[in-house]
């Protein structure tokens, strides 16, 4: 972020620190432990993880040896990175973290301030709608005009592993559901050989609203296994959420550009910034590749975003 003044970049680092404290202290409050983050790593892991990042934004370190690192685009894949190797069974952590992440937007190199939590090792029927009223929470603090998107993955995975796709297809009509091209997709899906669970896909779109709305329009569609445990999951978590659901907007086409999720995934906004401030969700199966399958969920409070939609009147940049 630019700064014409001195002064004005003064005001908005001390406007930061406060921001900073503040949400430090209330996940203090609600029980969580501050850990510090690693700032870079390994390229290959973090790239077989997470498939659809653009490698190209990426920005690379080259170690004496020849191996070659990054400066951590995900907090999150860095933390379990750290931890996992050393798990011990039984344990559960409740933490978060304060840190940058770097992405290379092809004009130079951008960082981004931002804050987390992660919740592992903790799997109950209110685990997850826990960790949301901490999101929700936050959001509180700073706006009343905010609004929650709430899916899950496994709904998505279900109709993707059952229309078996090839891998150019699969990644291409992943982007299309990420920039919410429906025009594209149907065009898209016109090409490809008609399996039943495209029934599904094409009008997966629909499937957005309340949760009652949805499961009206899923009437006649295929379901299977896999995208009935995903609905499920979110009957559960609107069921815990007493009725509070008047922000809410539930999406089953939502897909993230990060690959781990395998629950729920959810976003936050507030009125006067159409850039997500919060998100997260549930990544069990990232942690499987050590060798158990850990319970695992999180978000991630986008700072500068935050910031700039809070004090927009009153910052000069």
């Known amino acids: 972020m630019d700064f014409l003044k001195i002064e004005d970049e003064v005001k908005f680092s001390h406007k930061m620190f406060i921001l900073k404290r503040e949400i430090e202290q209330f996940l203090c409050e609600e029980g969580y432990r501050n850990i510090e983050p690693s700032i870079y790593e390994n390229y290959d892991e973090f790239t077989g993880i997470n498939f659809r990042v653009d490698k190209k934004s990426s920005?690379?370190?080259?170690?004496?040896?020849?191996?070659?690192?990054?400066?951590?685009p995900d907090i999150t894949t860095g933390i379990v990175n750290k931890l996992?190797?050393?798990w011990e069974l039984g344990l559960t952590l409740?933490?978060?973290y304060y840190g940058k992440t770097y992405i290379n937007n092809g004009i130079g190199i951008k960082e981004n301030r931002q804050m987390g939590v992660e919740?592992?090792?903790?799997?109950?029927?209110?685990?997850?709608?826990?960790v949301l009223s901490i999101a929700i929470k936050t959001m509180k603090k700073y706006s009343n005009q905010y609004l929650f998107e709430i899916g899950n993955s496994k709904f998505l995975k279900g109709i993707m592993q059952a229309c078996s796709f090839n891998n150019y297809d699969y990644k291409n009509i992943l982007n299309l559901l990420y920039s919410k091209n429906k025009q594209e997709l149907k065009e898209y899906l016109s090409k490809i050989s008609y399996k039943e669970p495209m029934s599904t896909l094409i009008n997966i779109f629909d499937l957005e609203g309340s949760l009652d709305e949805i499961l009206q329009n899923l009437k006649g569609l295929y379901i299977n296994d896999l995208m009935?445990?995903?609905i499920d999951e979110l009957c559960t978590l609107d069921k815990s959420l007493n009725g509070n659901t008047h922000k809410i907007i539930y999406?089953?086409?939502?897909?993230?550009?990060?690959s781990y999720y395998d629950g729920i995934i959810f976003r936050g906004y507030i009125d006067g910034s159409n850039k997500v401030i919060i998100k997260g969700g549930r990544y069990d199966s990232f942690t499987e590749q050590y060798g158990y399958k850990i319970p695992a969920i999180g978000f991630s409070i986008e700072l500068d975003e935050l910031i700039k939609t809070i004090y927009e009147e009153e910052m000069t940049i």
Do not use: H, Y
């Open 84 to 86: 996992m190797p050393r």
């Open 251 to 258: 999406d089953l086409s939502m897909v993230s550009e990060l």
């Open 228 to 230: 009935q445990q995903g």
């Open 59 to 72: 920005v690379k370190l080259l170690e004496n040896s020849g191996n070659i690192f990054i400066l951590s």
């Open 94 to 96: 409740k933490i978060f």
């Open 119 to 130: 919740l592992i090792g903790e799997k109950n029927n209110n685990t997850d709608e826990s």
